[in-house]
């Protein structure tokens, strides 16, 4: 099991990389290189269990709530609620990035998400009760993320590192999408719904365990002063208020959320094209494959000044596919457009290293967090968005739409290089943008 060195538990300040040091454009990272960092290693390691876990638990979950009730708005509704929480959650405990020791945050979570995953196996729980533990459970999220965002720079080698490193995790959660769900139904052949919930609850525990035993003990950042939800909203706005890190936290937001507009009606496009329900989890699959295999081939063998050179492109090539929907391709095509579509994906290797350079010192933990919690909110918003506006136009002109809308936010919102002040004696650091340094 990964663990941490023992000067750093005993000290309980690990020394970590700078992540202010900028990423060296010629430079790469190698998977050894970030696997190598053992506090990584428990991260990933842990993040694997516990995705499989709720993948599994989200399937277990939605065939539970459909058997009690037959109702396919109530079933649906267990997905809407993997998001909804990320709102107040999100807006209301940003500051925990800042203000909780991290270990012991990640570990508390995943315990009280044991619980509560753990609570739904009672026999006889009504499905209300189901829902609203379900809810609860979601609260918890955007706090782990935005803690284990924050915390990922400390463990990780700096610049190409870093950026590797949250491509491996982002390609566990692609991954799951294209795996996880056919496990799921795979295990509920086996188990009860009941019975996967309980592994879910095991799965948390075991991520507790592996954070514990792999993780330094480090103390918060900041003391924070006043509410958690005053200090949340306030460094919300602090982040926002810097113009740069502002301009890639809303590339990085709008993007997919246009983007999951092909997800979002994946089965009523299949009744479009005359094909089964079925044939919806095939259209799902498409874009988390290209997602994967931009970010192994970008984050890995490109350097950090190619990865920031192609976001535009790459961000116009997410939408560029969707165009072809136009003339309503059949599932073989159309499955084919999606995956070239989920290559766009390339652009988030790049995203991810000019935040961390954007950032200003003092809210980089906050400008993380709020990353990946506005990323969570506004692909729900996506999702809810698509689904009312296929209420009232065919599924094919509201795609179209969505590409249109993503392609517009692109060329838009291309976010800058940060701008650095020259160091002392003279010598600057001259930030490299589309082949040109500054």
């Not at 000067?7 to 990272?29: E, K, M, Y």
């Not at 809407?80 to 945050?105: C, I, Q």
């Amino acid at each position: 099991m990964p663990h941490a060195p023992a000067s750093s538990r005993t000290l309980g300040a690990p020394a970590t990389p700078d992540p202010a040091v900028p990423a060296a454009p010629g430079r790469r990272a190698t998977y050894r290189q970030v696997l190598g960092a053992g506090e990584f290693r428990a991260i990933f390691a842990a993040n694997i269990v516990s995705m499989l876990g709720t993948v599994v638990a989200a399937v277990a979950l939605t065939v539970l709530v459909y058997q009690r009730t037959g109702s396919p708005a109530l079933a649906a509704s267990v997905m809407a609620l993997a998001f909804l929480p990320y709102l107040p959650g999100g807006l209301l405990l940003a500051a925990a990035a800042d203000r909780l020791p991290a270990r012991a945050v990640l570990v508390g979570c995943d315990l009280a998400s044991a619980a509560l995953v753990g609570a739904m196996v009672i026999p006889g729980i009504p499905v209300a009760g189901l829902l609203i533990l379900l809810f609860a459970n979601g609260l918890i999220s955007p706090v782990y993320q935005g803690v284990r965002s924050a915390l990922l720079p400390e463990v990780l080698p700096p610049g190409p590192g870093y950026v590797l490193g949250r491509a491996l995790m982002r390609n566990v959660a692609q991954s799951a999408q294209i795996a996880g769900y056919g496990v799921g139904g795979l295990l509920l052949a086996i188990v009860s719904p009941r019975g996967a919930l309980a592994l879910d609850a095991l799965s948390f525990a075991a991520s507790a365990a592996l954070l514990r035993a792999g993780t330094a003990r480090r103390s918060s950042r900041t003391a924070g002063a006043g509410s958690m939800a005053g200090d949340s909203l306030s460094g919300i706005r602090r982040v926002l208020a810097d113009r740069q890190t502002r301009r890639i936290l809303l590339f990085g937001w709008l993007v997919p959320a246009c983007l999951v507009a092909p997800a979002a009606l994946a089965a009523p496009y299949a009744a479009h094209i005359g094909q089964p329900p079925r044939a919806a989890g095939f259209l799902l699959m498409g874009m988390p494959v290209g997602m994967v295999v931009a970010d192994v081939f970008v984050a890995r063998l490109l350097p950090a000044s190619w990865q920031r050179r192609i976001i535009v492109p790459a961000g116009l090539l997410v939408f560029a596919p969707l165009a072809a929907f136009a003339a309503s391709p059949g599932l073989g095509l159309a499955i084919a457009l999606l995956v070239i579509s989920g290559l766009g994906a390339a652009c988030a290797a790049g995203l991810d290293g000019l935040l961390l350079d954007a950032a200003p010192a003092a809210l980089r933990s906050r400008a993380l967090a709020l990353q990946s919690t506005g990323l969570m909110v506004t692909q729900g918003a996506g999702f809810a968005l698509w689904g009312i506006a296929a209420q009232y136009a065919p599924p094919v002109a509201v795609i179209l739409l969505a590409a249109g809308a993503g392609a517009a936010a692109v060329l838009t919102l291309r976010p800058h290089p940060p701008r650095r002040p020259p160091r002392r004696g003279g010598g600057g650091v001259r930030p490299c943008w589309r082949g040109r340094c500054r």
